[in-house]
Structure formats: structure tokens, C-alpha cells
């Protein structure tokens, strides 16, 4: 069963800049998508970004050129880096793995959040 443990969330001012990471274990090989997912106060959870095995990407409009979604393999380990940080971007982040690296089956495996506040 895969484990995903994010790290990296904080109190930051607007324009600034923070490092989501999200360890992937046993493996993140075999894993199709990795993606991180966010949910604010009184809204559903979105999609922030993905990242496929090929090293695909996909972006939410609202944070296209300002986030970036990238996996280190060695280290068992998706990034979400994240610039220009906006009040709007306050949210609990979470990591998201959508396949079970040892069987393959479909999986909708969640780590337990991190958060990020953006406020002067």
C-alpha cells in the first residue's frame, strides 16, 4: 500500500515563495501520476498540478507559470514549488497517487496535508 507524506507548508507573504515535497514510499516506481491537490476553507478540493511517469505535466489555470510540479525517482519524492505566492493560494496541499506501484490497480492514495498560508 502506498504512503505519501508531505512536508513543507508555512506561513509566507504575498510574492513569496515555498517547497512542497511529498515522499513517496514504498516506491514511487509504477506509480502513473503523482499530483498535488489543494482544498481552501468552505471549497472543494482541485487539482493544482500532475505529473505522469513520463514526466508529463499538467497545470490548473491558476497557477500556471508560477508553480512547478517535478519528481526525483531516487529519492521517492514529488516537489510542488510554488513563486509569486498570491492570499488566494491559501490552502491545506495534499499529495495524490493514483496507482498501486506493485499491482497497478487504480488507487486514490492521499497524504494527510500540509498547510500553506499566504498573509502579510
Known amino acids: 500500500q502506498v504512503r505519501l507524506v508531505e512536508s513543507g507548508g508555512g506561513l509566507v507573504q504575498p510574492g513569496g515563495s515555498l517547497r512542497l515535497s511529498c515522499v513517496v514510499s514504498p516506491t514511487i516506481f509504477g506509480i502513473d501520476a503523482m499530483g498535488w491537490y489543494r482544498q481552501a476553507p468552505g471549497k472543494q478540493r482541485e487539482l493544482v498540478a500532475e505529473i505522469t511517469s513520463d514526466r508529463s505535466t499538467n497545470y490548473a489555470d491558476s497557477v500556471k507559470g508560477r508553480f512547478t510540479i517535478s519528481r526525483d525517482n531516487g529519492k521517492n519524492t514529488v516537489y510542488l514549488q510554488m513563486n509569486s505566492l498570491k492570499a488566494e493560494d491559501t490552502a491545506v496541499y495534499y499529495c495524490?497517487?493514483?496507482?498501486?506501484?506493485?499491482?497497478?490497480?487504480?488507487?486514490?492514495?492521499w497524504g494527510q496535508g500540509t498547510l500553506v498560508t499566504v498573509s502579510s
Open positions: 495524490h497517487a493514483d496507482t498501486d506501484p506493485f499491482t497497478g490497480q487504480a488507487v486514490d492514495a
